[in-house]
């Protein structure tokens, strides 16, 4: 069965600090990993993809991902923490038609 | 605007009464899905369209919800006699399907949301 992990319920970055939303994965086949970010009321934005190829893939909003398969791992990263990044973040695997989605990690950046 | 586009953005009702939520998709996607996000989780899945037909329903989705979506274009999730345990955020999203590539591929683009309260 698929599933994801986001292992930490809360992250907290100073403004201007790299930042890391932790995900694992559990999947058969071959892996395709996403992440979306869902501010305060809001639906899910789509921020990145890992299907194939390049471990290290960039999205949006200045993000990328580090796909790490021996470590079974998706993590978000960005350079630089904006307060603006202060969101509720999802990792996610496709499971047939639907997403599987992890519990979310809240980020706080802190100015 | 262009995106998916789900209405009403807030629904509050007793309990015992039906509601009914409406989906618009983004316009060339011909897959809809429903998903149900409580407090302090991740989005479940709870149904998905190819065009019309309904291919997938989630355990979670009871003989009280039904969802239909007639001509392959805007989809309807109804819930009949709500229970105070149905209040949570009902979220659409949808995707094109891919050329040469699998389902799984493909990115789903998600609405605003429904966020449903009953009391």
């Known amino acids: 069965a698929q599933s994801v992990a986001q292992p930490e319920d809360q992250v907290n970055v100073a403004e201007g600090n790299p930042l890391t939303v932790k995900c694992t994965y559990s999947v058969s086949g071959n892996p395709y990993l996403f992440w979306y970010v869902q501010y305060p009321n809001r639906g899910l934005q789509f921020l990145l993809k890992y299907i194939t190829g390049d471990n290290l893939v960039k999205g949006s909003y200045g993000f990328e991902a580090e796909f790490n398969k021996s470590q079974t791992s998706f993590h978000l990263k960005k350079p630089s923490a904006l307060v603006s990044d202060s969101a509720l973040y999802f990792c996610?695997?496709?499971?047939?038609?639907?997403?599987?989605f992890g519990k979310g990690t809240r980020l706080h950046i802190l100015p | 605007d262009t995106g998916v586009s789900q209405d009403p953005r807030h629904k509050i009702t007793k309990r015992g009464q039906n509601v009914t939520f409406r989906c618009d998709p983004i316009s060339e996607h011909n897959r809809l899905y429903w998903y149900r996000q409580t407090l302090g989780q991740g989005p479940e899945f709870l149904t998905y369209f190819q065009n019309e037909a309904q291919l997938e329903k989630s355990r979670l989705l009871s003989d009280r919800f039904s969802a239909e979506r007639p001509k392959g274009s805007f989809s309807t999730l109804e819930i009949q006699r709500t229970e105070q345990g149905d209040s949570a955020m009902y979220l659409c999203?949808?995707?094109?399907?891919?050329?040469?590539?699998?389902?799984?591929?493909?990115?789903?683009?998600f609405g605003p949301g429904t966020r449903l309260l009953v009391l």
């Open positions: 996610a695997s496709p499971g047939g038609g639907k997403i599987i």
């Open positions: 999203a949808s995707s094109l399907k891919a050329v040469g590539g699998g389902q799984q591929q493909e990115t789903q683009y």
